[in-house]
């Protein structure tokens, strides 16, 4: 099984078309069941499809700038291999280990750890603004990134192959499961309350990562997980807030009528923010 599982994702990097099935797929089925048991009733200030659009708008641009990063996702991989570099090399781990240690390391740099540096650094803020000033959240606002944010993500999601070592069969697995995992948290749907609370001790659940969006600090500034929760957890950074309590969008920065703006959004952040 394993074998056929490391065949699998070796050579995904090379079927883009395949990858992009993958995150649509994620998409449309997170959009039926959003559509089916809606969290909370969202006010679109158009209708669905026109908001949708605009957050592709960003995750297309987000798509483009990772494939380019891509070709330095694997020099990096083959580096680390060719000179037995990173976690899972020192500690000559097996491939289910290799597996192991490489979604740990890259979950938290490229998920906890690069998210907690935007919020904290004023400058890198005004980019990752763009992500929390959507006022209705849903599947599509996943992958509403700034193109500065994109980059900045792929820096950190570096580092995690670095310090890990990663080979590509890994980082496949990873950021396939990243981009269920994204869809999954930001869709708007109602888990029962036991399975929600259930999955957040060890995974960023749907109503966990809600409160990140939460409009008012300090909820705005926890819950920093990408896929596992037990980041937040360690590190002091988990809040719990009630769905009914959670209003999206953010109290300055932006008018909250704009936030489909699509050129607005794209050249605010070269702009100060005062905060």
Not at 2 to 31: C, H, K
Not at 153 to 178: D, K, N
Not at 225 to 235: N, P, V
């Amino acid at each position: 099984m394993w074998n056929s599982i490391i065949e699998y994702f070796s050579t995904l990097d090379q079927r883009p078309l395949e990858r992009m099935a993958l995150l649509v797929g994620g998409l449309l089925f997170f959009w039926i069941i959003e559509g089916a048991i809606p969290l909370i009733s969202l006010q679109y200030k158009r209708n669905k499809t026109k908001h949708a659009a605009v957050n592709f708008g960003f995750t297309v641009i987000h798509l483009i700038i990772h494939t380019g990063l891509a070709i330095i996702i694997i020099k990096l991989s083959d580096w680390c291999a060719a000179q037995n570099f990173g976690l899972i090399y020192w500690l000559n781990a097996s491939v289910v280990g290799g597996i192991i240690i490489s979604f740990l390391v890259l979950d938290f740099f490229g998920g906890w750890l690069v998210h907690i540096t935007e919020h904290r650094i004023p400058f890198l803020w005004r980019f990752h603004v763009v992500h929390h000033a959507d006022n209705n959240v849903d599947v599509t606002t996943g992958l509403r990134h700034h193109p500065i944010e994109s980059v900045l993500r792929g820096l950190f999601f570096f580092m995690g192959i670095i310090v890990s070592g990663a080979p590509m069969y890994a980082v496949m697995i990873f950021q396939t499961i990243l981009i269920l995992a994204t869809a999954f948290t930001h869709a708007n749907i109602s888990l029962p309350r036991w399975l929600d609370r259930s999955l957040s001790y060890i995974f960023v659940s749907p109503n966990m990562h809600k409160v990140h969006h939460h409009w008012k600090q300090p909820y705005t500034d926890s819950n920093y997980g990408a896929i596992l929760s037990i980041w937040d957890r360690l590190l002091g950074t988990f809040m719990k807030l009630e769905p009914k309590d959670i209003r999206y969008g953010l109290d300055r920065y932006y008018p909250n009528d704009k936030d489909e703006n699509f050129m607005m959004l794209m050249k605010k952040p070269f702009q100060k923010l005062d905060r």
